[in-house]
C-alpha cells in the first residue's frame, strides 16, 4: 500500500512537472514585437471564425498608427478609463486585481474586471474571450513577458492599434476613419472621448450613438480628466455638453 503510494505521487509529481514545462514552453515568443507589428491577432481570428459561423463575412478594417501621431488626450483618456497605473505597475495591477476577485466572489460572477492594459493586449494577441482560469494564468504570464520585452510605450502603441472598436473595426486608425472619417489627429476631443468610452464594449455600444451606457461612460472619463487636469475647465465644460442631452 505504501508503495502503491509512493508510486502515485511520484507520478502525480511528473505529471505536475510536465504539464508546467508544457505551460511556458508554449507561451508565444513576443521579442519580434520590439520592431515588427502584429499581423492578424488571435481577437481577429476569433471574431472571423465567429462570422463564419453564423455564415457572415466579416470585413477586417486596420490601419496602424504611430505612436506619436495618436493624440495625448486620447491616450490619457484611455489609460484612465482603462489602465491608470499603466506607467507604474510591470503588467499587473496586483490591487485592482485583488478588488476584482473580492467583488466577483461576493456577486457569484464575473462583474468586475482587473485586466491591465498590458494582460489586454496579451488576450488579443495570442487568446480569446474565453472566460476560463487556464486562459487567465496564460494571459499573466504573457503579460509578464511583453513588460520584460518591450517598453510601456511600445506595449501602449501595439494595444492602441490592436483593440476592438466594432465588429470588424481594430485599432484607433480604422477606429477614427470608420466612424468619423479622420484621421486620428484630426479628432475632436468629443470624438476621441467617445471611441475610449466604447472600448469595455466595442460589439454593444458604437461611438456615435447617445445611448444610456455610452452618455456615463463619456461623462466618468471627463470627470476623471478634469480631476486630474488632463482637460481644462473651458474644453471641460464645452465637451461634457455633448453628453448631457
Not at 508565444?28 to 514585437?33: E, G, H, I, T
Not at 506619436?68 to 510591470?90: C, G, M, N, T
Not at 486562459?135 to 520585452?149: C, G, T
Request: some cysteine; charged content about 30%.
Amino acid at each position: 500500500m505504501k508503495r502503491y503510494f509512493l508510486w502515485s505521487l511520484a507520478a502525480l509529481i511528473l505529471a505536475a512537472g510536465l504539464y508546467t514545462g508544457y505551460f511556458f514552453l508554449t507561451l508565444p515568443d513576443v521579442s519580434y514585437l520590439k520592431k515588427s507589428n502584429p499581423g492578424a491577432t488571435a481577437m481577429i481570428e476569433q471574431r472571423i471564425a465567429e462570422a463564419k459561423l453564423q455564415k457572415k463575412k466579416l470585413v477586417v478594417r486596420r490601419h496602424w498608427v504611430p505612436f506619436k501621431k495618436i493624440p495625448e488626450f486620447f491616450k490619457q483618456a484611455v489609460r484612465l478609463s482603462e489602465d491608470a497605473a499603466f506607467y507604474s505597475h510591470d503588467g499587473v495591477d496586483y490591487y485592482e486585481l485583488k478588488e476584482a476577485i473580492k467583488k466577483n466572489l461576493k456577486e457569484g460572477k464575473k462583474s468586475r474586471g482587473g485586466s491591465t492594459i498590458t494582460q489586454q493586449l496579451a488576450k488579443n494577441l495570442f487568446l480569446s474571450t474565453e472566460k476560463s482560469y487556464f486562459r487567465k494564468v496564460r494571459e499573466f504570464f504573457i503579460a509578464k513577458k511583453l513588460e520584460r520585452e518591450l517598453s510601456k510605450d511600445r506595449i501602449f502603441c501595439i494595444y492602441l492599434n490592436v483593440i476592438e472598436f466594432g465588429p470588424g473595426i481594430f485599432g484607433v486608425g480604422a477606429a477614427s476613419d470608420y466612424f468619423f472619417k479622420k484621421t486620428v489627429e484630426q479628432l475632436s476631443k468629443e470624438e476621441m472621448i467617445r471611441l475610449a468610452a466604447v472600448i469595455p464594449k466595442p460589439l454593444r455600444v458604437t461611438p456615435q450613438s447617445n445611448s444610456r451606457y455610452l452618455k456615463w461612460r463619456a461623462n466618468l472619463l471627463l470627470d476623471r480628466m478634469y480631476r486630474v487636469k488632463y482637460i481644462d475647465e473651458f474644453d471641460y465644460q464645452k465637451t461634457k455638453t455633448h453628453f448631457l442631452k
